[in-house]
């Protein structure tokens, strides 16, 4: 069977040597920027209980989980 103009092309997808390097960068953000989260969701939650709630906490929680699902985003290319 001729496979004429196919020549010997590889198929697989090309594996990156810069893999594990990447993986470990995106799990490091993700652990940064979640523990920032968690610490912000905390503050937020408490804000709520105060005499007067301010509105700061919320944006900067609002802020926090934007960039947790965009960093979880890169991060799960790599696992």
């Known amino acids: ?4 103009g196919w020549g010997s092309v590889d198929q697989r997808p090309a594996i990156d040597p810069d893999a594990p390097r990447k993986k470990l960068a995106w799990e490091a953000a993700l652990g940064f920027v979640g523990f920032f989260t968690v610490m912000a ?4 939650v408490w804000n709520v209980f105060r005499a007067e709630p ?3 906490p919320s944006v900067i ?3 926090l989980l934007v960039a947790l699902v965009v ?3 890169g991060y799960s290319r790599y696992r």
Request: proline letters at 0%; zero cysteines.
């Open 61 to 63: 929680l609002l802020v």
């Open 41 to 44: 969701m905390v503050t937020a």
């Open 71 to 73: 960093v979880w985003k």
């Open 54 to 56: 301010a509105v700061l």
């Open 1 to 4: 069977m001729s496979q004429e």
